[in-house]
């Protein structure tokens, strides 16, 4: 399968990320490996990374956000009062704070061991950590 991923700088003149809704312009980076892309997103004050299919399947190809990067992190999407980066929930990418991630990588270990299975090493882990130990 063919994918192109595409980067968008934030253009919001406020420090406030948190209530962005669209990135516009055109993209910083255009059709970069997905690695790559999430790296170039992190290293700015905020963006995201846009994946859309580019292959011959019947799929669709209209594009969609698969990783979010906010400088100091985007409000816990658990406790609503601290800051943290994007992390894998069982309820797709949220942003996490650490005390959060903690407590529900604490709770999704437990739960494992109770069903008699491997607990993930994605889930309540920063995405942007987990890039080398995804598979490609």
């Given at each position: 399968?063919?994918?192109?991923?595409?980067?968008?700088?934030?253009?919001?003149a406020t420090?406030?990320?948190d209530k962005?809704e669209?990135?516009s312009?055109?993209?910083t980076?255009?059709?970069?490996?997905?690695?790559?892309?999430y790296?170039?997103?992190?290293?700015?004050?905020?963006a995201?990374v846009?994946?859309?299919y580019?292959?011959?399947?019947?799929?669709k190809?209209?594009?969609?956000?698969?990783?979010?990067?906010?400088?100091?992190?985007?409000?816990c999407?658990?406790?609503?009062?601290?800051?943290?980066?994007?992390?894998?929930?069982?309820?797709g990418?949220?942003?996490?704070?650490?005390p959060?991630?903690?407590?529900?990588?604490?709770?999704?270990?437990?739960?494992?061991r109770?069903?008699?299975?491997?607990p993930?090493?994605f889930?309540?882990?920063?995405?942007?950590?987990?890039?080398?130990?995804?598979?490609?």
């Amino acid at each position: 399968m063919s994918w192109r991923y595409d980067v968008f700088a934030c253009n919001n003149a406020t420090d406030d990320h948190d209530k962005c809704e669209v990135m516009s312009g055109p993209p910083t980076h255009v059709n970069i490996p997905w690695r790559d892309a999430y790296r170039k997103a992190e290293e700015l004050p905020h963006a995201v990374v846009e994946s859309r299919y580019m292959g011959e399947l019947p799929y669709k190809k209209t594009p969609h956000i698969v990783f979010e990067h906010i400088e100091g992190g985007g409000t816990c999407w658990l406790c609503g009062q601290r800051r943290g980066p994007l992390c894998k929930t069982g309820h797709g990418n949220k942003f996490v704070c650490d005390p959060c991630q903690r407590d529900m990588r604490r709770h999704h270990e437990q739960w494992a061991r109770e069903a008699g299975t491997e607990p993930s090493q994605f889930t309540y882990v920063p995405i942007i950590d987990t890039l080398d130990r995804e598979p490609q």
